[in-house]
């Protein structure tokens, strides 16, 4: 896709984003589809454990999937740009390095309602760090500039880029990267969104500032990721039988921003009134909680309407307002539509 042909007008960049974020995650967002036939009263947690597969993992790009021969003949990570020498790096360079394995949550900031563009893997890769101490930074560089085989670009400022957890990750659940999620290597950048994950990474440059791809569309450059809750099930317009015990549940996430999730509330009165849910999986502030609570459904017929809020241990509560995601992501809690039935 070429760069700076954009039309200009803010409502039109934003558009444009959701609508490719709502074409590209179609085969990927709704993975169990028959939920209705593996009974809806059923125990069926969603997520229904702390790893995402690797089909059932969003994807997300701006365009095609480059494939990538990470051989040294087509493929070696260049570190160039405000540095004090400029550095190469093959594939076997970077998988012969002390590595880090650990759980990260990867979320859109396109997401309006933070229900399917969130998923979470474990992850192996280096700290970026190792590749900058090795070129020697120029005090006059801010940021670091990432730029793609697909010709996306973007940039994080040093301070983010130094620290310990930010990695550049070869391989997922246990496996290479798939090409999907950005073989040979993407960066893991905790606390941000997606847009500051690049994948396919070709060139690490430092660099005074610069402009990414999303931002010369209207997207918030700092893209901190914000305290959400996704309801998982039920999901839309399902039917929960009437007078039977359903478990609602879900994910909660801040990235490490709030300090971490505390808590979960769930109202079924339009939040009038929130039951709290049970914390039955986590791991770091950087993946994603998992929750869930029983509710006993009506014996009658009728519509119910699922809220749930997350409070972050700073002492944060999600609220109500701005369900829009543009320009820096969604801060309001997620509901969820669904019937009762006999
Ligand atoms: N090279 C490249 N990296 C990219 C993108 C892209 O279009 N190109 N999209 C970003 C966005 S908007 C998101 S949400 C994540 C999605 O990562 P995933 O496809 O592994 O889930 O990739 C990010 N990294
Ligand atoms: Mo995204």
New binding site residues.
Partial sequence: MPRNKEPKRETMKRRKFVKILAISAAGAALPIGDFEAAGVTGPILKPGSMITSIPD???????NVPAINAAPTHWKLLVTGLVEKNQLFTYADITSMPSITAMRT?????DDFGTT?M?NAEWTGVPLRVFLDKAGIKPEAEVVVFR???S?H?AIPIADAMREETLLAYKMNGVDLPK???YPI?LLNPGH???K?????ITIQLAKKHEG??EKRGWDPVASVKLATMIGTPEKDSTIKAGKTYTISGAAFDSGNHGGIRSVEVSLDEGKTWKAAEIWASDSPLAWTLWKCTWRAPDEEGPVNVYARATANDGLMQKATGFDSAPAGAVSYHTVEAKVAK
């Fill in positions: 993992f969003y994807k997300l790009q701006i365009g990867l979320k859109c900031i396109g563009q998923s793609c085989r697909d996306y973007t999907e999620h950005g993407r969104y997606g847009t994950n690049p994948k396919w990474i791809y999303w």
